[in-house]
């Protein structure tokens, strides 16, 4: 491993770092008790319009995730209106017994008048004034959370993603509403407001992904949380999201205070092989080199680490990915959209061009068009790219949301590439499929 010590000359460095670790953090313990920190949590992904694939299992992270810092968690899944406002104000009730409180959502938001409002499962929106019956008003939940005058707030709205009702709503608009946070409290937003977050391509949205990371990372200030997790998602979006956060925090919040839950309880303990263990992997948990997690399953088969280990093994063991290079060049794109309710069937060819793994296309229109659509996006190195799609409205009677020609419209495309061709599929509104030949 480079930069590593020999495990023969490791040894004598993990005995003194023991000896102070068992002088220094049992005391420290029982110095200071920590306060109470209690989490609401809530994904919503089973709409009947317009579902969404991440946030059930955003929330199930998440709800791990705060359980390891120290969070007493409330969850809920699919949640309906009623559902949620119950939940919201027994959340209140109890954050009256002070300490941190945190609100996670992932699922559909959307502001009509500059007022945010989280929709659950259950909701049926046919114009902006049903909004204030069918969904759950933001404000709720700030009002709860400060009459509550605990001493930490945190509100997390992945909740930013395309509005399914817009179209039926004059006074809607893109994404989440600015909102200023109560005294001690940081209202944290996956992109900023009147702009519109990704879902995400893996198993978690962007957003999300890049907050449990970072919430993995010990001794940080909640704003360094977020800084982090600012840094990671414009940088993986190529600048097309950019998360947000209103903050009036009066007060410091550190919260992962250990390296995770685990290594916490091994060090209350003051068991000695546990703490032997517990410095063993923080040695070698950022290692790239398949030998320092072998080493660690020779000595610790049945190790609290051994699934991370052998996890770690096996990515580490894996030979490496062609260089997303390979797919450079000219792609012939056709995307083909069949007829969906009322809307009738097209078809649109455009030639993109991949540099550096890059996608770019555009189709612009031509004497007897008026609708326009561009797509972009990177393509890893194992050829899985999740697309952006832009575009106006030609002829009407395609869209199948009712658009007016020249509208803008935009949505996802999930696609796989191999050397020479390509397939993937339109995400939302209506199934598309789209094949690239290079």
């Not at 809530?42 to 694939?53: M, V």
């Not at 938001?109 to 909004?131: F, K, S, T, W």
């Not at 109560?182 to 900023?192: D, E, I, K, Q, S």
């Not at 999300?208 to 001794?219: C, D, I, M």
Request: charged share 20%; aromatic share 6%.
């Amino acid at each position: 491993m480079t930069g590593m010590l020999p495990w023969p000359r490791l040894v004598p460095v993990l005995a003194i770092a023991l000896a102070v670790l068992a002088s220094a953090l049992p005391a420290a313990a029982q110095a200071q008790r920590p306060e109470p920190r209690l989490a609401l949590v809530i994904g919503n992904s089973a709409y009947k319009e317009s579902p969404l694939r991440n946030p059930v299992n955003d929330v199930r992270a998440m709800s791990q995730r705060l359980k390891e810092l120290g969070f007493t968690v409330l969850a809920h899944e699919n949640a309906t209106k009623r559902t949620m406002e119950a939940a919201i104000v027994e959340f209140g009730r109890r954050l009256a017994e002070g300490g941190v409180g945190a609100f996670y959502y992932a699922g559909h938001g959307l502001q009509v008048r500059g007022r945010n409002y989280l929709v659950p499962v259950d909701a049926e929106i046919d114009d902006e004034a049903g909004v204030r019956v069918a969904a759950v008003d933001v404000e709720l939940l700030l009002e709860q959370m400060a009459e509550a005058k605990n001493r930490v707030n945190l509100v997390v709205l992945d909740a930013c993603r395309n509005n399914p009702f817009e179209r039926r709503m004059r006074g809607a608009s893109r994404g989440l509403a600015a909102v200023d946070a109560a005294r001690g409290t940081l209202v944290a937003y996956a992109t900023a407001p009147g702009s519109v977050a990704a879902d995400g391509d893996g198993h978690n949205g962007l957003y999300t992904e890049a907050l449990l990371e970072a919430l993995r990372e010990p001794g940080l200030k909640v704003e360094e949380v977020f800084k982090r997790v600012r840094i990671e998602v414009t940088r993986r979006s190529k600048g097309a999201q950019t998360p947000w956060e209103s903050s009036s925090l009066t007060g410091d919040l550190i919260v992962n205070v250990s390296v995770n839950a685990t290594t916490a309880v091994a060090v209350s303990a003051s068991a000695a092989t546990a703490d032997r263990e517990a410095l063993f992997w923080l040695s070698i948990k950022d290692s790239a080199d398949p030998a320092a997690f072998q080493a660690y399953l020779k000595q610790y088969p049945d190790g609290t680490f051994a699934p991370l280990a052998r996890q770690r093994l096996a990515v580490t063991s894996q030979p490496k990915l062609p260089p997303a290079g390979r797919f450079d060049g000219t792609w012939n794109v056709t995307v083909r959209c069949p007829p969906h309710g009322n809307a009738t069937g097209y078809t649109i060819r455009l030639v993109a061009q991949v540099k550096d793994g890059v996608l770019t296309g555009r189709q612009d229109p031509g004497p007897a068009q008026v609708g326009t659509l561009a797509l972009s996006g990177k393509i890893q190195p194992d050829g899985k790219a999740t697309l952006d799609a832009r575009g106006t409205v030609g002829d009407p009677q395609n869209a199948a949301n009712q658009l007016r020609q020249g509208q803008a419209y935009a949505y996802t495309v999930d696609a796989a590439f191999d050397d020479t061709k390509g397939v993937g599929n339109r995400t939302e509104i209506r199934p598309c499929t789209l094949t690239f030949a290079k």
